[in-house]
């Protein structure tokens, strides 16, 4: 979905700084997992403290069970391994195709705005980034801000842009609409 | 088993070797995808020469860059002899700075997708159609291991 609007050559698309560095943090993590699983593999596939303490990670016992299960099913599976690398191998590069579609817009410093708007399920994080939205939206025709957070979104549209266009007065008000990515028009 | 997944268990099991598992992964990570992707393009044609000289290029690349720093710690090791400190030191200075390594690993592994040496998502999916499945119980952990 999210690469037919990226490639369709149909929009404008752009981002904000902060978007691009969040999502540079979530691959770079992501791409750990392989180094993860090989060492688990060769510790045996036993979970230690130590270990626990090496991944910087929390789990509950729950999760632990679903772990152990896990690396007693790959050590017996090693065959994955090569696959693993592959695939992630191929997430890189589409994260980073992906990156070098959009234009960078660079994020804006407003601590009072942001806390305006997040809360009723909005973290500071995603506030952020509406508010990064907002800025750039002005002088923008029919600008759109694109989203996969239905939940967050559709409960407080109304309410974030009312306050966006009041409490913002930099520039005169802006016609940005939040949308979920579903409702991208045809 | 896989040749790689062998190499990279046993370096990773060699405390020595800590700090090099990266360049070796980078490295790895190229040659394995444009073998991948010979071999998912093979019947039509083969390598073009680029490809082909890109291929043959790889001992020089692997000894220079690859095995010269792993060499480089089992001598610090296993040395003996009048020239042992100096060998030590002198070896120990080098591997303060890998980026001479890194850098032309990495842009051995920037020529390779120049070249094409880089499955497409089609090509990815029908190579690994079997494995679907077993993917989504390792990124459902894998997810789980990032979390926090």
């Known amino acids: 979905m999210s690469e037919c609007v990226l490639d369709s050559g149909r929009f404008s698309n752009h981002t904000s700084t902060k978007v691009v560095h969040e999502v540079?943090?979530?691959?770079?993590?992501?791409?750990?997992?392989?180094?993860?699983i090989l060492n688990f593999i060769n510790n045996g596939g036993s979970i230690t403290d130590t270990s626990l303490i090496e991944f910087e990670i929390y789990l509950n016992d729950n999760d632990l069970n679903h772990l152990k299960s896990l690396y007693e099913y790959l050590i017996l599976h090693k065959d994955i391994l090569p696959f693993l690398r592959a695939y992630q191998r191929q997430y890189k590069e589409s994260v980073d195709t992906a990156i070098n579609l959009v234009l960078l817009f660079p994020s804006v410093d407003k601590p009072y705005l942001r806390d305006s708007i997040s809360g009723f399920g909005i973290h500071k994080e995603d506030a952020e980034i509406i508010?990064?939205?907002?800025?750039?939206s002005?002088?923008?025709?029919?600008?759109?801000?694109?989203?996969?957070?239905?939940?967050?979104?559709v409960n407080?549209?109304?309410?974030?842009?009312?306050?966006?266009?009041?409490?913002?007065?930099?520039?005169?008000?802006t016609t940005l609409n939040l949308i979920h990515i579903s409702e991208i028009p045809d | 088993m896989n040749k790689t997944t062998m190499l990279h268990q046993s370096i990773c099991q060699i405390n020595e070797f800590h700090g090099l598992f990266e360049l070796l992964y980078e490295y790895t990570d190229t040659i394995e995808e444009a073998i991948l992707k010979n071999a998912a393009s093979g019947e039509k044609g083969g390598l073009n020469t680029s490809q082909y000289d890109f291929f043959n290029g790889?001992?020089?690349?692997?000894?220079d860059y690859v095995w010269?720093?792993?060499?480089?710690?089992?001598?610090?090791?296993?040395?003996?002899?009048?020239?042992?400190?100096?060998?030590?030191?002198?070896?120990?200075t080098n591997l303060r700075d890998l980026s001479e390594y890194a850098v032309n690993i990495q842009s051995n592994s920037k020529r390779a997708k120049e070249l094409?040496?880089?499955?497409?998502?089609?090509e990815f999916n029908s190579v690994f159609i079997d494995k679907k499945q077993q993917l989504e119980k390792i990124i459902e952990a894998g997810d789980l291991l990032q979390r926090g």
């Open chain 2, 68 to 92: 010269k720093p792993f060499a480089k710690i089992i001598s610090i090791e296993t040395v003996t002899g009048p020239r042992k400190e100096q060998i030590i030191s002198e070896y120990k």
């Open chain 1, 24 to 36: 540079h943090k979530v691959k770079n993590k992501r791409l750990k997992m392989y180094i993860t």
């Open chain 1, 131 to 136: 508010v990064d939205a907002y800025y750039w």
């Open chain 1, 156 to 173: 407080n549209k109304d309410r974030v842009l009312h306050i966006l266009r009041n409490q913002c007065t930099e520039f005169p008000q």
């Open chain 1, 138 to 153: 002005s002088g923008k025709i029919d600008p759109k801000y694109i989203t996969l957070e239905r939940r967050a979104l």
């Open chain 2, 116 to 122: 094409n040496l880089f499955l497409t998502k089609k």
């Open chain 2, 58 to 63: 790889q001992d020089q690349i692997y000894l």
